[in-house]
Every structure is written in C-alpha cells, then in structure tokens.
C-alpha cells in the first residue's frame, strides 16, 4: 500500500474538501484526485467519498478507514521516534538526487539543520541529469530528487518547487561579456557546453523555433565542468543562477526572459519511511515558500 496515498487520504478527510486538502499537502488538485482514486482501485472499487453538491463527505467506509489510517499513521509516527532516538539502530539514509546548481544555501542549509535535529539521519547526494535521476528513482536507488524537467512516465510523481533564472557563461575576452543582458537568440548558434542535455535542446528549440543539436560541442555532467570548460575558450554555457560560481575566466550575463521549472520529484509507489517522507515535506514546503517571498 502506498504510503503517500495514505497521507493524502487523512488530509482529505479532515478537510472534506478537495482544494483545501490539495494546499495543504502542497500538490495539485488533479494530482489528489487521481491519488485517491487510485487508492479506491487499490481497495477493490470501495468508495471511500461521495459528492454532496459541490462539495464531498466520508462515505460510511470512509468514516471505519479514516480512523484505522489515522491510527496507522500516528503509530508508524511513533516508531519512527522511537527508531530516531535510539542510538542503538542503524541509521536511516535518506537518498537524494539534484541536478546541478540545486544544492545551493538553502538545500544544504537545511540538509545540514536536518542531520543535526536527527542524529540518525545520513544522506547520499547524486548529482547529475534529470534524464538520469529519473532512471534511478524508477530503479529504486533514490528516494527522491531535484529535476529540472518532467516525464509522462505515470509511476512517478512532479511538484512544482519554483523557477529559477538563467545566465550565460562566457570566456572574459568574448565580445558579449560586458553586455547587462543578453537575448537568448544572440548566442543559440554560439559552441555550446551543455551540463544537462534538456537545458541545452529546450533552450534551442525556444529560441529558434526548431529542434537543434549542431552548437553543442560538448556535454558534461555538472556545472562546474562546464565552467572550465568555458573559462579555456571552448565555448558559452547556460548556467542557473545558484550555480553561477566565482570562476577565474568566466562571466556571467543575465539570459533576457529565460527561466526554467524545478521539480520534486519521487516514485508514486514506493514506500518512504517518515523521516524521509518528513524531508521531502520540508524541502516542498521551503523552496516554494522561499521563492514566493523573493
């Protein structure tokens, strides 16, 4: 049974209201609805709401549910506690994946006040493409990760954290360096460094109207790389502004009217434990809190 099927189902039922449950779990509306009725498959057709106007209540199966999955939650809750503070146990790893330039002061900021709240909590960082962290979360090696695109891929699951601004990276002696913004149609057909091959493709195909590859004369994983990579002469690279790293040879201009969505993004059935299920939480919650008071 899905964990998170079971969390949304609670929020539902105290609230008895779609969009109030939606805001406050922190996903779309569709997204609880389909999460619901995928728990209604999951229980063989059984009906745990029912429309009243315009509105919904607990159907007499919903009510008996309500209060096992209650006491379910509130007991996996506590042991989870219990786990947490005893010193005895082996530590829970929580595994995350970012796409370059996400693990900027915030994230590790509260990945380090995480650690330090929960002595038992250790994290492994993945660092590489969206295309990537995908794969591994299909694959079950993540519990969750930062990705910059989405996928129709139905076994895994998108929040919308916030849109982060884009720069160009270029050598010191290139002729645009000293410009305060530059459009994106000016440099598209300039030799491209690419650190994630969907910024590369989507930002050619926005600025050019068509799919096109022929300026991207290399790819790497990560930003940084493509620094050096810019700053020895071999070409410009998009970089996010988180990633926008002081780097001797490399100047940063602002991309006019470019931006680009992040997302949380987990495997709708797997299972999370609370601590881990806790920081994702968090993470949701902070980032798009963050951007909105920015």
């Not at 099927?5 to 105290?14: I, M, R």
């Not at 693990?103 to 929960?118: H, P, S, W």
């Amino acid at each position: 049974m899905n964990y998170n099927y079971l969390l949304y189902f609670s929020v539902l039922a105290q609230t008895e209201h779609y969009t109030t449950a939606a805001a406050r779990l922190g996903i779309s509306q569709p997204a609880l609805s389909s999460a619901i009725h995928n728990l209604e498959n999951d229980l063989g057709g059984v009906k745990l709401f029912e429309k009243v106007g315009r509105n919904i209540r607990l159907t007499n199966e919903g009510r008996f549910y309500q209060e096992n999955v209650d006491d379910a939650i509130k007991k996996l809750h506590s042991a989870s506690m219990i786990l947490r503070d005893s010193k005895t146990q082996a530590p829970v790893v929580i595994r995350m994946g970012v796409v370059s330039g996400t693990l900027d002061g915030y994230l590790a900021g509260e990945i380090v006040k995480y650690t330090r709240e929960n002595k038992r909590i250790r994290f492994h960082l993945t660092e590489s493409s969206s295309e990537h962290l995908m794969d591994l979360l299909r694959q079950e090696k993540l519990d969750m990760a930062i990705v910059d695109s989405t996928d129709r891929d139905r076994s895994l699951h998108f929040r919308k954290l916030y849109e982060r601004d884009y720069l160009v990276a270029l050598p010191v002696a290139h002729p645009l360096a000293d410009r305060t913004w530059i459009d994106p149609k000016e440099v598209v057909l300039e030799p491209q460094v690419v650190f994630n091959y969907n910024v590369g493709k989507s930002f050619a195909e926005w600025a050019s109207g068509a799919p096109s590859d022929e300026s991207v004369i290399c790819t790497v994983d990560t930003a940084r790389a493509a620094l050096d990579l810019v700053a020895a002469g071999l070409g410009v690279a998009f970089i996010p502004s988180e990633g926008a790293e002081h780097h001797p040879g490399v100047r940063y201009v602002p991309l006019r009217n470019w931006h680009q969505a992040l997302y949380m993004c987990i495997l709708y059935d797997k299972w999370l434990e609370p601590p881990v299920w806790e920081f994702v939480e968090l993470v949701v919650r902070g980032m798009r809190r963050r951007r909105t008071s920015e």
